[in-house]
């Protein structure tokens, strides 16, 4: 029989995830540590000519790549998607401080020498890319390839928000000095992504200062970020449906694939991380 999570960590049912459409592939489970144990899908040939590693970012979970999966499967890739600790199916702990970078770090890499990958190419994305980056580096060996998707890499001299330490709790009284905004006043009382308060936030003006304002690359003032077919949906359904793509001075980019639609995209991806909050049923 099963042992169950630890105390102090959460384990998701897996009736909750009976009904996520488009997602039909069963998860495999690794114990990381005494009762705490990570899910990863695990799909295609074990003895394919390459394995492709689908590490997703903050705040999705493996469901992110379910559009991806398949394909990638019917070209004969071994395919692996984790769902790091604290998303989706893996377990939770309740202890914020649990979730430092050293430690997703850790918990990933002990996925992959349990695995024994070698020559896998690595698909990071958004917070994914930071962890996975970090992977790839102290296991060589292991990866043949990286692809970088929505992601960055820590810089010694980068731009950053004044005040912040490597490591630090990210809590809501730590970021609202620095950003001049809570995050929780833009989220309805069950934690959903809430339209009218983003807009209302948004038209307000965020007061960043001009340092964090350069660190993030982000508008201090730019209701054209956010589409405006969004205020016509009801509440919990994909903020970011409609997908307006703009570019810096609020004109429709190009068609995707033309030399400019990448910038405006990557200038307006924040304005979609709403999309990505309320798209997803797993969280």
């Known amino acids: 029989m099963e042992a169950g999570p630890r105390p102090g960590v959460r384990r998701t049912p897996e009736s909750r995830f009976e009904r996520v459409a488009g997602f039909p592939w069963t998860p495999h489970y690794l114990e990381l540590e005494p009762g705490l144990r990570m899910a990863y899908l695990d799909t295609g040939p074990r003895d394919a000519a390459e394995t492709l590693v689908l590490l997703h970012g903050e705040p999705t ?70 962890i996975g980056a970090r992977v790839v580096a102290t296991n060589e060996s292991r990866f043949a390839r990286v692809v970088f998707s929505n992601t960055g890499l820590p810089a010694k001299n980068a731009p950053r928000f004044p005040g912040l330490r490597p490591q630090q ?5 730590v970021l609202q000095p620095m950003l001049g905004i809570d995050w929780r006043d833009t989220v309805s009382a069950d934690d959903r992504i809430d339209p009218d308060r983003v807009h209302a936030q948004v038209r307000a003006g965020t007061p960043l200062s001009a340092e964090a304002c350069g660190a993030s690359r982000c508008w201090c003032r730019s209701p054209q970020m956010i589409p405006r077919a969004t205020r016509a949906r009801p509440r919990g359904t994909c903020i970011g449906a409609g997908r307006s793509r703009y570019s810096r001075s609020g004109a429709r980019s190009s068609p995707p694939g033309s030399s400019t639609s990448c910038a405006a995209l990557r200038d307006s991806d924040r304005s979609f991380r709403s999309k990505r909050r309320s798209d997803d049923p797993g969280l």
């Not at 050293?102 to 990933?108: E, K, P, T």
């Not at 709790?169 to 009284?173: A, I, K, V």
């Open 61 to 130: 979970w493996g469901y992110l790549y379910r559009k991806m999966i398949a394909p990638f499967e019917d070209a004969g890739f071994r395919v692996v998607v984790p769902d790091l600790i604290g998303f989706g199916r893996s377990d939770k702990p309740v202890d914020p401080e649990s979730y430092t970078y050293s430690q997703h770090v850790a918990w990933v890499t002990r996925l992959v020498a349990q695995l024994d990958l070698r020559g896998a190419t690595f698909f990071g994305q958004d917070c994914g890319g930071l």
């Open 169 to 173: 709790h990210l809590t809501p009284e």
